[in-house]
């Protein structure tokens, strides 16, 4: 960065990363004694504190459907899970929609916080079609048909039976996403998750309990060489590089390609769970 006469302005970090204070620190002994760096909220580890809010929430005993408390606590952890998602699945469309003006977003927050906790409620059919909340009345087109999680569990337009306080409490918790203060902590929507793909393939290629004392810097190149290409490509890259190449049509060819159909069938399962088939 110093090279480069890089300055830092912003950097999204998890919570627990020291990364920047750090950056602070640089970017003071290098440019400026009183340069600043701000830290911006990740969204996906947001959206993980709001699910645990959730599930901390003290909501009424009528709230959740269910014959027994086990029952009802099942289908509070798949409210908590819809929650997070909706939440992140509305901010995305906002920034899509009005390009990251964050004056823009931020005059709709307000009336969509009111309109999910309304949809949540039962009425989703009068305010649901008039602001992004995923969600367009109707059977086929509400969010309780579209959701995994509210579907999965037989839940149904009127299901919930939230009372006064429990639909404060649910305005509460969609705000941990929505709303100005988290907008400002989230102004550009970016998370560490490139980041911390990188960390754990190079964890894999030089972990911690090992010394490399030869070879610890190939060993780094290749792991981001995999992040960046996949393995199949990675290793036709570094055959190339020795002098090995690949002929198209070989055994080896062959195999790659297998690879790479198993690792895209992987990260797809990882995603999207058990809802693939071949």
């Known amino acids: 960065m110093a090279k480069l006469d ?4 912003y950097c999204t970090t998890d919570g627990d990363a020291k990364s920047v204070q750090g950056l ?27 699910f645990r809010e ?12 269910g014959a027994t408390k086990a029952q009802r606590n099942d289908i509070k952890i798949a409210f908590a899970n819809d929650l997070k998602l909706r939440s992140h699945g509305i901010m995305k469309c906002l920034f899509a929609k009005y390009n990251g003006d964050r004056q823009q977003i931020s005059k709709c927050l307000p009336r969509i916080v009111k309109s999910v906790v309304n949809c949540y409620s ?19 087109t509400s969010w309780w048909y579209k959701s995994i999680n509210l579907s999965s569990h037989g839940l149904q337009n009127g299901s919930l039976k939230p009372n006064k306080t429990d639909k404060l409490l649910i305005e509460s918790l969609l705000e941990m996403k929505l709303s100005q203060t988290a907008l400002n902590q989230m102004q550009f929507f970016s998370n560490t998750n490139k980041c911390e793909s990188v960390n754990r393939t190079i964890s894999t290629y ?17 792991a981001v060489l995999k992040v960046n290409n996949k393995r199949d490509v990675a290793l036709a890259k570094t055959l190339k590089a020795v002098g090995c190449g690949l002929g198209r049509k070989s055994r080896a060819v062959v195999a790659l390609k297998k690879i790479r159909k198993h690792e895209i069938y992987d990260c797809a399962h990882k995603k999207y769970g058990s809802n693939l088939t071949g």
């Not at 890089?6 to 302005?9: E, G, R």
């Not at 039962?122 to 086929?140: A, F, H, Q, V």
């Not at 972990?207 to 070879?215: C, D, G, T, Y």
């Open 6 to 9: 890089l300055l830092v302005d």
């Open 24 to 50: 602070q620190e640089a970017m003071q002994e290098i440019f400026d004694p009183l340069w600043s760096v701000n830290r911006l909220a990740d969204t996906i580890h947001r959206g993980q504190s709001q």
């Open 54 to 65: 959730v599930l901390r929430a003290k909501f009424s005993v009528g709230m959740f459907p």
């Open 122 to 140: 039962g009425n989703c059919s009068d305010t649901c079609r008039w602001s992004i909340t995923l969600c367009n009345g109707g059977i086929k």
């Open 206 to 222: 030089l972990p911690k309990n090992k010394n490399f004392s030869r070879n610890a810097l190939g060993r780094a190149s290749a």
